[in-house]
């Protein structure tokens, strides 16, 4: 069972926009701004697409944004398009002994 | 271009021994903490260790606490996982990931990942 919690799938057609939501404790996500964002193709490495809650790394569309309130982060995706169909994971920093923890992870279907 | 690339992934028994490396390229290897993550077969990704630029901070899991360890030999811009007391439940993917410099709990590169599978 993963530390954050994670809708198991989303869908959405082309052009929609979607919001994926991550949800934690006081621990994790509500007391740290420090939460990031993973897209994963299928047999690829994670491809890191929000830091901190809402800052977007270099290179990465602006069609991605991240959000917080509370316990629960939010990943939220804008004019979907047929190449954002993939796994996307949250993760954030943690004051438990496990440093850092990740949700479940959430597949994204366009349909 | 940041590259990092995974090596050591075999198949092992029970209670054996695995030390998987990271050769790191593309980037100041000393200047950047490193992590080890990990992803069962169809399951979530798991933080496994963190090791920060100089070798003097270390993090582990709770699951491999006591069994994993992680260091870096920046001479040879390379990050290592021995893995000790292999048990079934560590069969996964491993990737070693680059900490983004300001916060280390961001991993902002990734390999490819080896994959280790851990049975009789």
């Known amino acids: 069972q993963s530390a954050l919690t994670q809708p198991a799938s989303v869908s959405g057609s082309p052009g929609q926009s979607i919001t994926i939501s991550c949800t934690g404790t006081?621990?994790?996500?509500?007391?740290?701004?420090?939460v990031s964002w993973f897209q994963q193709h299928p047999g690829k490495a994670p491809k890191l697409m929000i830091y901190d809650v809402s800052n977007r790394p270099s290179g990465v569309s602006n069609r991605f944004s991240g959000s917080k309130s509370g316990n629960t982060a939010s990943l939220t995706i804008s004019g979907l398009q047929a190449e954002d169909e993939a796994d996307y994971y949250c993760s954030s920093y943690s004051s438990s002994n496990t440093h850092v923890v990740f949700g479940g992870g959430t597949k994204l279907t366009v349909l | 271009e940041v590259q990092l690339v995974e090596s050591g992934g075999n198949l092992v028994q029970p209670g054996g021994s695995l030390r998987l490396s990271c050769a790191a390229s593309?980037?100041?290897?000393?200047?950047?903490?490193m992590n080890w993550v990990r992803q069962a077969p169809g399951r979530g990704l798991e933080w496994v260790s963190y090791i920060g630029g100089t070798s003097s901070t270390i993090y582990y899991a709770d699951s491999v606490r006591g069994r994993f360890t992680i260091s870096r030999d920046n001479a040879k811009n390379s990050l290592y996982l021995q893995m000790n007391g292999l048990r079934a439940e560590d069969t996964a993917v491993y990737y070693c990931a680059r900490s983004s410099g300001g916060s280390w709990w961001v991993s902002d590169f990734w390999g490819q990942g080896t994959l280790v599978t851990v049975s009789s």
């Open positions: 593309g980037f100041t290897f000393s200047s950047y903490s």
């Open positions: 006081s621990s994790d996500v509500g007391g740290y701004n420090f």
